[in-house]
C-alpha cells in the first residue's frame, strides 16, 4: 500500500473496503463535491482518501426482477436526473436531482456523497424519504441496510461506523402516479431553506418528506395517511400542522429559524 | 498530508507533467503550474462557477476536482477550446453584444455555454439560464450574457458550413 500519496483509487468494492478497514484516517470521497470544498475552506484535513468513482458496482441505476430499482451510490447528480427509470412515484428523485447545484457541481457530485455528508439543506434526503428508500451500507466485513429515517441521526451525523461508506439506495418498486421535488432557496441551486418532496400514486397513496427544518427530514405517518385521503386545502395544512410540529430548524445564514 | 508525486494529466489535447499532492486541485495545477489562468479561482466551493472547465467534455469545477484524480480525464479548458468553430462563434457574440463587465467570469461562462451549445445547439433562453445558472457574474451582467448566447446559436449552422 503507497504510503504517499495518500489517495487510494480502488477498482473494487471489496478492494475499497480493505483500505478503509486498514487505514482509519482514511475519507471515502466520490465527487468531491462537498469533501474538497470542505478541504479547500480548511475545515478537514484527511490523511489519506479513498476515491469511489472508479468501482462499477457503485455507479448506475438498475431495475431488478421484482421492478424495485437501486441507485448505486457513485451515481452522479446529472445521472439521476435524466434516468428515465425513475418514473410513476420515483419520479420525485430525479425531480430533486434536476435541482441540485448547477450543471458542473451535477456533472460531479452523487448521491451516496450527498446523503452521507447529511447537510440539512441538501435535496436527495426528503426525496429518499418520499420513495420509501433504503440505504445500503458497506464495511468489512458485514453489509447493512437501512431504513431511510434510521440513516440520519443528528445534525450532519449519519449511522455510519467508522470504515463504513454507502453503497447504494433500494428504491421499492415505483407505483403508477408522480412526484415533485418543490425547494425554496435564495437563488436557483442553492442549498434548500425549506424543501418539500411529495410521492403521489394514481391509487391515492402519498408520501410527503420537508427538508430544510430540522437535522433530518420531517415525515410522519400521520400527515402521509391525511393526505392519502383527501389532497384537499384543509387536508394539506392540516398535515403541514402535524410535520410543523415536529420541525426543529435553527438559524442560518439562509434564514432564521422562525422564518423556516 | 503528502509529499506531492509526478502526475500526467491530458490538458487540451496534450499530455503535461505536474507536481501534485492529494488535496491539490486541478484548477491549482492548472493555474500555477501549467499556467492556464483562464479557469479562475472565486470562491474556491464550487459555488462560483469560475473555475468550470470540461472533463471528457462536461462542464466540471476545477476547484473541486482533485488533480492526482483527474490523470485519466480528458480536461479541455478555455485556452483549447478556442481553436472550436462553436468558441469562435461564442466568443464573437460576447464581444458584439458587449456582454462584459470586469470579465472575471467570462471564460468559465463560455465554457458553460459551449458544452451546452454543443448537447443542444438550439436553446431556448430558459435553458441557457439553466446550463448558466451555476455561473456567478457578480457584476449581475447577466441580460448581455444570456443575450450573446441565443445570439451565437444563431450564428452557428451558417458559420459551421462556412
Sequence with gaps: ?260 | MTQPVSVMLKVNGKALTANAATPDTLLTVLRDQFLLTGAKRGCNQGVCGACTVLADGRPVRSCLSLALDCDDRRIDTIEGLTGQPIMQTLQRAFIAGGAFQCGFCTPAMLVASFALLQSNPNPSELEIRRALAGNYCRCTGYKKIVEAVLDAATRLPAEESA
Excluded at chain 1, 139 to 150: C, E, F, N
Design chain 1, 1 to 260: 500500500m503507497p504510503s504517499s500519496p495518500s489517495l487510494f483509487r480502488p477498482r473494487t468494492l471489496d478492494e475499497a473496503l480493505d483500505i478503509l478497514a486498514g487505514t482509519p484516517d482514511a475519507r471515502p470521497i466520490s465527487g468531491g463535491a462537498s469533501l474538497v470544498a470542505m478541504m479547500n475552506a480548511g475545515l478537514v484535513e484527511p490523511a489519506a482518501l479513498v476515491s469511489l468513482t472508479r468501482i462499477p458496482e457503485l455507479s448506475g441505476i438498475r431495475l431488478t426482477a421484482d421492478g424495485s430499482i437501486l441507485v448505486g451510490a457513485a451515481t452522479r447528480h446529472s445521472a439521476i436526473a435524466a434516468d428515465k427509470a425513475l418514473g410513476g412515484t420515483a419520479a420525485v428523485l430525479a425531480h430533486a436531482a434536476s435541482q441540485i447545484a448547477g450543471t458542473a457541481v451535477r456533472n460531479m457530485g452523487t448521491i451516496g456523497g450527498a446523503v452521507a455528508h447529511a447537510d440539512p439543506g441538501l435535496d436527495f434526503p426528503p426525496a429518499l424519504f418520499a420513495v420509501d428508500a433504503r440505504v445500503q451500507l458497506a464495511a468489512k466485513p458485514a453489509r447493512r441496510a437501512l431504513p431511510i429515517g434510521d440513516f440520519f441521526v443528528d445534525w450532519y451525523t449519519t449511522a455510519l461506523e467508522p470504515g463504513e461508506i454507502v453503497i447504494g439506495f433500494e428504491i421499492p418498486k415505483p407505483k403508477p402516479g408522480d412526484g415533485f421535488y418543490l425547494k425554496h432557496a435564495r437563488v436557483s441551486g442553492d442549498f434548500a431553506i425549506v424543501s418539500i418532496a411529495l410521492s403521489l400514486a394514481d391509487d391515492g397513496e402519498a408520501r410527503v418528506a420537508v427538508g430544510g427544518c430540522g437535522p433530518a427530514p420531517l415525515a410522519s405517518a400521520e400527515a402521509d395517511l391525511m393526505l392519502s385521503s383527501s389532497l384537499s386545502a384543509d387536508t394539506a395544512r392540516r398535515a403541514g400542522e402535524v410535520l410543523m410540529a415536529l420541525a426543529n430548524p435553527v438559524d442560518d445564514v439562509r434564514g432564521t429559524a422562525e422564518y423556516r
